[in-house]
């Protein structure tokens, strides 16, 4: 049911209707392309040239091939300086010689100090008790002895010059009776005199042995005996705990010494291996390229500028590319979100190389990420049907056409004639009595200015098309 439209409003009206448009709703195809650039780059077949050292990290260039020149099979492509760690090869090699003959010295050592070590403690732990027994003799048994003895040499001697006096004192008296002495007696005479004389020198020595022996000798010993004692026990608990304790400490260093001898081997082992990194020669017959090719993208800048005599790759990351013969190119490309979820895997299409647009080579989408990357982009994968006389180098760039979506026949209509309000999506469709009114449709694909209705819409129909509407 219409209403009534004021008169004011109807010059309005009529302007607004000028600048309008119509348009028959009817049945056509419907596509939509998505058009991107991708690379041409070889396959999985491709070898990546990445140093990898386990210990040595000076790896300096002293011969590379040129970029992009073709190689046979076995020719050097990158050959790195190996004076160094040869040197450095062979003094390992040295050490470990030197550390086979310590090791087995200290094994050798701890042997023997396994097997001294009881006895040693014995002969200790023995001295001591023959040093407390000396001393316990000494102090309970042979200083009184001693002294004894001393007394009784010195009283002896004492009795030998009495006797030896008395004698002379006899023969005086007898040899005193006669008025003439004879030759004999006087011998004799002298001789008893000599001989109490020597009593008498015996006696004073015999008083200064006994004084000293007393005074000094005694005391020295019985000091000495007790230090011995003293120390002899001091020496075996010392021992007690530094020989079992030299066993251990001879164990952990010959622990060590075994575990340096397997870090040189090892370090050894490392160093050959990084060796090996010191020459790159090719697989087959392929092509060289400086820089790596990796992930679907071709790294050169800086990375390059270093490939040359006596320049220094990074380690630890790919730096060159050694495309084989056989390798076949494929194009890979980096899709915006939109792009990519608009496209699926085994959709065919074209690629054209700006110069030879007049060639359009066939291209089917292989792979295509469900997850962008670090860098917002979803990569894709193309095989490609290469015509035999064109051969395109590796990274060139071409311009990738697919169909992503197409109906025989579908409702299209212009975009700018869709509204979008609380009601969802309408149009203007125009009725049989010349007015019009909004109408909800279910909105479909978009393709450039023109828009897919799905449901609310028939063939016949005519909607207006604002013409002033961006």
Known sequence: MSRLTPFHIIPALIAAASHAGEVTVELRPFSIEKSFTAAALPGGDCVLLKIEPKVWTDFKISEIA????????????????????????????????????????????????????????????????????????????????????????????????????????????????????????????????????????????????????????????????????????????????????????????????????????????????????????????????????????????????????????PANAAFATFVPGAAKLVFVAFLDEATARSLKVDLAGTATFAGREELEIPVKLLALATAPNTGGTYRADLAATWPKEFAPVTGATAQIRLISYQKPASVVIPAKALEFGANGWTVEVKLADGKTESRAVKRGRISNDETEILSGLEAGQVIVVPSDKT
Not at 99 to 112: M, N, P, V
Not at 235 to 248: D, M, Q, T
Not at 249 to 270: F, P, Y
């Open 66 to 313: 040129a970029h992009a020149s073709k190689a046979a099979k076995g020719d050097v492509l990158v050959r790195f300086d190996a004076e160094d760690i040869d040197r450095k090869i062979e003094d390992t090699r040295r050490e470990l010689a030197a550390g086979a003959l310590t090791l087995a010295q200290a094994e050798l050592d701890l042997k023997i100090l396994q097997e001294i070590a009881p006895n040693k403690l014995e002969g200790l732990r023995r001295a001591a008790e023959i040093a407390k027994e000396e001393n316990t003799y000494f102090t309970q048994v042979r200083r009184k002895a001693s002294g004894d003895s001393a007394a009784q040499a010195l009283k002896r001697s004492e009795q030998i010059l009495s006797n030896q006096r008395e004698e002379l004192k006899q023969l005086s008296k007898m040899y005193e009776a006669d008025d003439i002495t004879e030759n004999t007696e006087e011998i004799i005479l002298v001789r008893q005199q000599d001989a109490v004389a020597a009593a008498e020198f015996a006696l004073r020595m015999e008083v200064l042995d006994h004084k000293r022996t007393l005074e000094v000798m005694l005391p020295r010993e019985a000091k000495t005996l007790a230090d011995s004692e003293r120390d002899t026990a001091i020496n075996f608990k010392k021992a007690e705990a530094e020989i079992p304790r030299s066993v251990e400490l001879g164990k952990i260093a010959l622990d060590a010494l075994k575990t340096a001898r397997q870090r040189s081997q090892e370090q050894l082992a490392e160093l050959e291996s990084d060796r090996a990194l010191f020459e790159f020669k090719a697989a087959s017959d392929g092509v060289f390229y400086h820089g790596p090719i990796e992930n679907g993208r071709w790294t050169t800048g800086e990375l390059v500028k270093g490939l040359v005599q006596h320049g220094k790759p």
